[in-house]
């Protein structure tokens, strides 16, 4: 059999029978591929809200909360290049199904983790699963849909669902934790995810692989720069920032990275062509995307802890404190469309960050005893001006790539955010670990969260405004 060519399962009773791709597929297979990108949307967010909880349980430090955190993010980011190549190359569908596969089981483990190194490791499995059927999902939507009318308003549905994830996790996350103890957030996976499977077993096509590098080198050097790299924000503060274990982990993140970017100068078959680079917008675009992450995702995980530590809140409250904040989201979203649709990508860039920006700096002024309702207000206002700006960012990168590139670049954009995400929790963890009192901690947190931002900012005003001239000349 061809390493290429996805197996024909024997027909039984006992099996249900391989779906075949239809001009008039239903909602069922939107939904079987929705399960799968939802659980992996809400394992962010409701481990954030239950922190507080997982640290008493587990008798576990702020710097393997982090871990918590970040493990996830760290296969996650380091993999999804590899998930993309290896779906390609073995089929979406084929991919896609083992990927959830080694979530369902990664989250069983963290449900009955005994400490907190076990839960640590069950969550860089959980990584490595979402990195596999992540990149597969929305190739398998393409394929099952193939009438772009019908493609146009599925994708629609989906990113409704996904932000709609997104606001009421911390709510869900708060519920559960309330009621059944920080271990159903995971557990909850298990039944959800047994289901996603027998439905994209049952609905989705099969779709044949191709032929495709792997590109080991790059991949390598890769996961060695991140692993180093979060090994040093994250252990900094623990063990010391000139300290040999820090210093060694500093220089093996280092190396790796000039290895990485040698290979790639001089690869023939580089993991992103070359041509991506032709001009300055890319680079800008994915830059935007890591800043935009590092402050979103670092917001989160400061913000929870803020709430429960410095409030005094548990985890129920976090997930109603957190709900008016993220569920703006959604909103800013649907805006970023409409206006983009109007005046091109640049104008809810430079707004959604100029807002983001200025609202996230006002919260430098919070300390514990701030009133809860203009603590979210200012942060509901942070969050609608950032959730506006990032369709627009995805709106530069496919504009950028074109149809020639465009797998390579939306692959690009999600490694380099998921990168962000992990940086950003990192830093506000070592932030949280090495300055006392929330008083000195919250204008320092936000204020680096307000630099990242403006920095963002300064790229969509110095790079993005080529993009904007080819819009308004194709609208005109």
């Known amino acids: 059999m061809s390493s290429t060519q996805c197996p024909r399962a024997p027909a039984s009773v006992l099996v249900p029978p391989i779906a075949r791709a239809t001009p008039h597929a239903g909602m069922l297979p939107l939904v079987a ?40 993010t760290l296969t996650f980011a380091a993999m999804l290049l590899v998930g993309g190549a290896l779906a390609d190359r073995f089929g979406a569908r084929r991919l896609y199904l083992t990927g959830l596969f080694l979530f369902v089981l990664a989250s069983l483990l963290c449900g009955a983790a005994p400490n907190g190194p076990f839960l640590i490791a069950a969550r860089l499995l959980q990584g490595l699963g979402a990195a596999f059927f992540m990149p597969s999902s929305l190739s398998l939507l393409t394929h099952v849909y193939e009438d772009d009318r019908v493609r146009a308003r599925m994708l629609g549905v989906w990113s409704a669902t996904v932000g709609l994830a997104a606001a009421t996790g911390p709510l869900l996350g708060g519920v559960l934790i309330h009621w059944l103890g920080w271990r159903s957030v995971f557990l909850i996976n298990v039944p959800v995810g047994l289901l996603g499977l027998l439905m994209a077993r049952r609905f989705i096509p099969q779709v044949v692989g191709h032929a495709r ?43 790796a990275a000039v290895a990485l970017v040698r290979h790639e100068l001089r690869g023939i078959a580089p993991l992103l062509p070359k041509a991506l680079f032709a001009t300055p917008q890319f680079a800008a675009a994915n830059g935007i995307g890591f800043l935009i992450n590092f402050g979103v995702y670092g917001n989160l995980f400061y913000l929870a802890l803020f709430l429960q530590q410095g409030r005094g809140a548990d985890a129920l409250q976090t997930g109603l404190q957190l709900v008016p904040m993220m569920a703006v989201i959604f909103f800013g979203n649907l805006m970023s469309g409409r206006m983009a649709a109007h005046w091109g990508p640049r104008v809810p860039l430079l707004l959604g960050l100029s807002v983001g920006t200025v609202f996230t700096a006002v919260a430098m002024v919070f300390r514990p005893e701030t009133p809860y309702w203009l603590l979210a207000l200012v942060c509901a206002a942070a969050n609608l001006g950032i959730s506006t700006a990032i369709p627009a960012m995805t709106t530069v990168v496919m504009q950028v790539a074109g149809k020639a590139h465009a797998n390579s670049a939306a692959a690009a954009l999600n490694a380099n955010r998921q990168i962000g995400a992990l940086v950003g929790v990192a830093l506000m963890g070592a932030i949280l670990h090495s300055v006392q009192g929330w008083s000195l901690r919250n204008p320092l947190a936000f204020g680096v969260m307000a630099l990242a931002y403006g920095v963002a900012l300064w790229l969509v005003w110095r790079f993005v405004g080529v993009v904007k001239e080819q819009w308004v000349t194709r609208r005109a």
Do not use: C, E, K
Request: glycine residues 8%; negative net charge; hydrophobic residues 60%.
């Open 33 to 72: 591929l929705a399960i799968g990108f939802v659980m992996a949307m809400l394992d962010v967010t409701v481990v954030n809200v239950g922190l507080s909880n997982i640290s008493t349980s587990l008798d576990a430090p702020l710097s393997m909360l982090v871990w918590i955190v970040d493990g996830y």
């Open 213 to 255: 590098a792997l590109h080991l080198y790059s991949h390598l050097a890769g996961v060695i720069m991140l692993a180093g790299l979060s090994f040093v924000l994250i252990q900094g503060p623990v063990y010391g920032w000139t300290s040999p274990r820090i210093l060694a982990a500093l220089t093996v993140a280092v190396l």
